[in-house]
């Protein structure tokens, strides 16, 4: 056992002393300060990270003991409806705390929402209004060109390809980034054309298995989707892969997508605890992930590539 697993438990075995002396003051005296007592010891509980069970063990431990010690049989229904109010003090910090996890959870909701109107609103942006402007300098130039040389307009010619080229390109990333075909036919459709896109700009060789059937609710399927935007992106960028692959099945009630590439891999744990090398996409994962209750695993070895294995629990 180390030095800090020591420190824990003698802490653990301090507030279990001061459960049981506080549980017998409140049984005995019955006074309010003797409850507030519960409360800062739950208190603390939570801050040391034992949990609702741990403080059930204690609980129960501390009752036998005083129950036997002050041994007042005529008293035991009120001593025990004393012990069960004291528990319950002692347990509210988890229940404020459980509740404040309940509205980061649909803060993160709400902001997945926005986010995704946001993402909409520059997808229609970069569609529309760039897309405008490509038409509008199409047609400037072919008013030029009335007045070029025949030379000079096979030159200008050149630079009107380009620009349907960027055009092209403009659309396909603005489909990219909010795709209609996720919302009209669903993740997979999505995905294929995600990836041929990704596969033909990054020279990458990407595969999509799927088995999954039928529709997910919208969220799920744009959280999905997302996550593996951002998966595939980071592949394009950090991992020098020249192979993906990406798995989606339904099993027991849980949808798993799996991400693997055979790139160069990183030392996950100690880059995701380093403030100056984190990025926002993992973490933006694990927070889109949270919002639907679901969990990311990421398993990468130097040299070996990474597999990034998403889990999400779902009802068809
Ligand atoms: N597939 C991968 N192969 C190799 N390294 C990876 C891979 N995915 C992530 N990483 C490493 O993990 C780090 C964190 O990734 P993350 O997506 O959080 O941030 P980022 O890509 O650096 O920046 P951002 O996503 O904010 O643009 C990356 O900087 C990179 O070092
Ligand atoms: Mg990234």
């Known amino acids: 056992m180390n030095v800090s697993q020591n420190i824990q438990k003698d802490q653990t075995r301090d507030l279990e002393r001061a459960y049981a002396r506080?549980?017998?003051?409140?049984?005995?005296?019955?006074?309010?300060?003797?409850?507030?007592?519960?409360?800062?010891?739950?208190?603390?509980?939570?801050?040391?990270?034992?949990?609702?069970?741990?403080?059930?063990?204690?609980?129960?431990?501390?009752?036998?003991?005083?129950?036997?010690?002050?041994?007042?049989?005529?008293s035991l229904k009120q001593d025990l409806d004393r012990a069960q109010e004291f528990f319950g003090e002692s347990l509210s910090p988890y229940e404020m705390a459980h509740r404040g996890f309940r509205d980061a959870i649909s803060a993160l909701h709400r902001l997945n929402e926005t986010l995704e109107q946001e993402i909409q609103r520059i997808a229609h942006a970069v569609h529309d209004e760039a897309g405008q402007l490509l038409v509008a300098a199409r047609l400037a130039m072919s008013g030029v060109?009335?007045?070029?040389?025949?030379?000079?307009?096979?030159?200008?010619?050149?630079?009107?390809?380009?620009?349907?080229?960027?055009?092209?390109?403009?659309?396909?990333?603005?489909?990219?980034?909010?795709?209609?075909?996720?919302?009209?036919?669903?993740?997979?459709?999505?995905l294929q054309f995600l990836t041929e896109g990704i596969s033909r700009r990054a020279e990458l060789s990407i595969r999509l298995h799927s088995s999954?059937?039928?529709?997910?609710?919208?969220n799920v399927e744009t959280v999905l989707y997302r996550i593996i935007q951002e998966a595939l992106t980071n592949v394009t960028k950090h991992a020098r892969a020249k192979n993906v692959e990406i798995q989606l099945t339904n099993f027991a009630k849980n949808l798993h997508c799996l991400v693997h590439d055979d790139g160069v891999g990183f030392d996950a744990p100690s880059v995701l605890s380093c403030k100056e090398r984190r990025g926002l996409g993992l973490v933006g994962i694990r927070e889109r992930l949270i919002a639907v209750g679901g969990t990311l695993q990421i398993d990468s070895v130097v040299g070996r590539g990474t597999e990034l294995l998403v889990k999400i629990p779902v009802e068809k």
Not at 46 to 69: K, S, T
Not at 155 to 171: F, P, S, Y
């Open 22 to 74: 506080a549980l017998e003051d409140y049984l005995s005296s019955g006074r309010e300060d003797a409850l507030q007592s519960a409360y800062e010891i739950g208190r603390t509980a939570l801050a040391d990270g034992l949990g609702v069970l741990e403080m059930a063990a204690m609980h129960h431990a501390a009752l036998a003991q005083v129950l036997q010690r002050i041994s007042r049989p005529a």
């Open 145 to 190: 060109a009335r007045d070029l040389s025949p030379s000079l307009q096979g030159r200008l010619q050149e630079v009107v390809t380009i620009l349907d080229q960027v055009e092209k390109q403009l659309r396909r990333l603005s489909h990219e980034l909010r795709p209609t075909i996720l919302d009209d036919l669903g993740l997979v459709p999505a």
């Open 212 to 218: 999954l059937e039928g529709r997910y609710a919208p």
